[in-house]
DNA sequence: GGCTAAAGTGTCATGAAGTGACACTTGTCG
DNA sequence: CGACAAGTGTCACTTCATGACACTTTAGCC
């Protein structure tokens, strides 16, 4: 769930002005998520319990669901700061690029920067979501109902980088959602061996290629005339 | 006991020779999904209870569960007939088409048939659909997942048409996705009004001419030389 | 017809997710 | 300090989901 956004410097090294209770709330939320991905890689999602994760901070369940609203919830805290990168970093592309071509580049950009480590997360977290997300149903289904939450204010940012209105224009609808099925259909790929990608960046890229260059394959069965 | 059967039925001889058991079971499975839903239409997905599901039908909750893996499952239903009509509508459509254009037309084709009550399903209930799954958030994510699920098979039947293998090449991966990723823009495109759409065939068949015209859009800030 | 094996179902028990109510503790501020 | 509010624990409860076991019905066979 989205925090109540305090203070947002990770750059102060000193104790945080802003109060106490504040700290404390910030410092269990961490906690969790943390413990919450070390049992998840331990026994996998559906494996673990609300209950253990809330044990291992020492809290109980009950404050747990006080913190994040579902055990899918806890996971997908990753989805949420991934996404809220992207839309940042499509912002920061320069303003002639093409709409496509724009969000290629903030995607790809940010998956790089996820299997390096920058942007303050973990790689091997990262690593650890991918793996989570195939095997369990539950946290799949989760994961696309936060994407596809969070379409529409992709949608938004297309449709302002394309100077038009997403409630009178299709474009910047039908834009996003095949944006993020090609992001999809990227991490997919990863698992599909045979297609040769190492990386989800490698991936993407891949995918918003062939998007950019269109989709409309002749079939098989036509004649040439 | 509980032999209270709600529609006795003629114990005349019957005209199905597959055999009673099967008869009555598939009999239980329909009298389930009809009571679900016209449940679900009166209080809501959130607010019906599987037990009352059950009850509705004179059964066990223990039972439901032995028809369907979960309440989203009962739902569901329709998108898997859906989905299967789909899949056949494609398989029909001429072989020199190219894949998106047959796709769309294929969608299309059981989107107007769903509208007009043909395929067997009643249109009330596709339209009971809709809304259920907009209201619910847990309906939503297993929408979402059914999809993602039966987008493996789509990438197949794709490939097929392209005469390529969804294993090496990535194309029909990306079709897929995008293909699903553009009706579920046309169904979300219906709620946001100032577009347009008064039927979901309508908003598809846009969303698939699109597609189909490429979606790298110019940026506004794009400077015509 | 009667017997048997299996399919289908009900009942009971259990586990885990999620929520509401209320009291207790602790940080915040005057 | 004292009042107030935020955060938390505990308890009770509902709902989804599953396992175990016994009972009933059906199918198939003699």
């Known amino acids: 769930m989205t925090a109540t956004a305090p203070e947002a410097h990770p750059a102060g090294p000193g104790p945080h002005p802003a109060g106490r209770r504040e700290r404390k709330k910030q410092r269990t939320r961490e906690a ?11 026994k996998g999602f559906d494996g673990t319990t609300v209950e253990e994760i809330a044990d291992a901070v020492d809290v109980s369940s009950r404050t747990f669901f006080r913190y994040f609203a579902s055990k899918e919830d806890v996971a997908l805290t990753f989805q949420e700061e991934q996404h809220a ?19 290629r580049r903030a995607v790809v950009g940010i998956a790089v920067a996820c299997e390096r480590g920058d942007l303050g997360f973990d790689p091997d977290r990262f690593e650890c979501m991918m793996t989570l997300t195939a095997d369990s149903d539950n946290l799949m289904a989760g994961s696309l109902e936060h994407a596809q939450k969070k379409q529409a204010i992709l949608t938004r940012a297309i449709a302002a980088r394309m100077g038009t209105d997403p409630a009178t224009d299709l474009r910047p609808h039908v834009v996003a959602s095949s944006v993020i099925a090609a992001f999809h259909a990227a991490a997919d790929a990863l698992t599909t ?31 040439p005339e």
Chains 1, 2 share one sequence.
């Open 85 to 103: 990168a992207m839309l940042s970093a499509l912002t920061d592309r320069p303003a002639d690029e093409p709409v496509l071509t724009a969000v």
């Open 32 to 42: 969790l998520v943390d413990a919450a991905f070390r049992l998840f890689a331990e």
């Open 193 to 223: 061996d045979g297609l040769g990608f190492e990386r989800l960046s490698d991936a993407v890229d891949a995918a918003f290629e062939l998007l950019e260059a269109g989709l409309n394959y002749p079939s098989e069965g036509a004649r």
